[in-house]
């Protein structure tokens, strides 16, 4: 296993995937700060101290991380398919679901980075512009909040990733699940139900985005654990299918 | 032009995620059914109903999404199977050639704006909110193609990246986050991206809508044709530059 996450870690070095993912966290985090432009009621909303991380995250959420996160999950699983390197993998042998699970946790890992990624970002914009009124606990307070949000986020949306790792050639439909699917949450925040059962927005009430009872919190909890399942279950269901096609 | 157009059609034909994609239509009108519910009592607007469904999420965020990565795919699966080369050997016109990928987009968007209009008078009309009115149904079939020929228009700079490029993620982060960045500009400034000058043309007769912003029509325009301009000539030549 740790062969497998050292080759996945050593393959991405070489894809220009990353580089493209930090692209789009800075335009995101450029994008929301040209929206702090907007003046209300007299002042812009940038000159609010936090409101740049605030509202970076959630818009980030709703519009473009996810899918960023899925594309990348997704093209990890399809590019062995597609650059006709499983075979070679197969050769080895490699076992493919040690090598799924080594992708996955790949997927993770740089989904956490992801959002600390902002987090850098947005803090030493908030910290030129007000750094006399930021606390050392607002910042863990928010440092926790992204760190949450990295982990929950690919919690969420680890059962498309599945289910392309099952298709093999479906990353174009990650890509539009993912988005309509982190775009859906935006109008589930609005139903007190929904914000606590629908995956995108149960990541917001576990990180402490939203106001939450620990009842919710708990909740929620249960429902990206669900997704987790329901990712191992697809997973597993794979991996036996493609056990079955080596010994035919 | 026209054949070259017809051969692009056909080659659709293959690739059934393009009819799945339309599924994305739905998301508005389907939506509509939850948010409408609560105010039904109180009498729902039949214009207010189809700027929920058709006139607002769905030209902003949903369509240049689905166009963006339509416009990727169009682009990459040519490359991937190293069609090109065979296609330059013919030999092909690259800005016709580019241009008749244009127009399929433009017809996707089409087809994409119209299923969304039969959808909005489908979810409205089936629960009860709204009653069909022929009167309010031009209107919707009037706006909803505004949308999508506009909106092809202003993805054609995603068209012109995924022409330049050989890679789908390049293009595909940048459809999310250019459509991001049109989103947000709606509110900063609206005549500095295409999605949002869009959106201030097809906004200036939407009863009820009020912007924050003095329309302007001529400069909405404006944004759009030197965007436009700009990206038919990376295009065409990064195509021209490609063997």
Known sequence: ?248 | MLKLTQTEFLKLRRRKFILLMLLAALLMPFLAIFYFRDIRETGIDTIQFYKWTAFSYTPWIILPVVLGVFSTMLMYDEHQNDMLKQLWIVPISKTKYFFSKFIVVLSYSICFMLLTAGLSVIFGTLPGYITFEWSSFCYLLKKCMEIAILTSFAILPLLAVAAAGKSYIFPVCLTLVYTFLGFILLMVNMYLHPLSSMTAIVMRDIPGVVLTQTLNIPAAFICIAIWCAGSVVLAILALGKRK
């Open chain 1, 1 to 248: 296993m740790k062969q497998l996450l050292w080759a996945e870690r050593r393959k991405l070095r070489h894809s220009k995937i990353v580089w493209i993912a930090v692209f789009a966290v800075v335009m995101i985090a450029v994008i929301v700060f040209a929206e702090g432009q907007f003046v209300f009621k007299g002042s812009r909303y940038i000159d609010g101290a936090g409101w740049f991380m605030t509202a970076a995250q959630s818009l980030a959420t709703f519009f473009v991380l996810p899918a960023v996160i899925a594309l990348l999950g997704s093209y990890m699983i399809c590019r062995e398919e597609q650059e006709d390197t499983l075979k070679s993998l197969r050769l080895v042998p490699v076992d493919e679901a040690k090598l799924t699970v080594a992708k996955m946790i790949v997927a993770m890992v740089f989904s956490i980075l992801i959002y600390l990624l902002l987090f850098v970002i947005t803090f030493a914009v908030e910290a030129i512009m007000h750094f006399g009124t930021l606390s050392i606990q607002t910042v863990w307070g928010f440092l926790f909040t992204y760190f949450v949000n990295g982990i929950g986020v690919f919690f969420a949306i680890s059962p498309i990733v599945a289910l392309v790792a099952r298709m093999k050639k479906g990353y174009w439909l990650a890509l539009v699940f993912a988005e309509i699917y982190s775009f859906a949450g935006l109008f589930a925040s609005m139903s007190e139900i929904l914000k606590i059962a629908y995956p995108i927005t149960a990541v917001f009430n576990l990180s402490g985005y939203y106001e939450a009872t620990i009842g919710n919190k708990a909740i929620s909890l249960v429902i990206l654990l669900l997704c987790i399942t329901l990712t191992i279950f697809i997973l597993s269901g794979f991996n036996r299918n493609s056990k079955r096609i080596d010994v035919q």
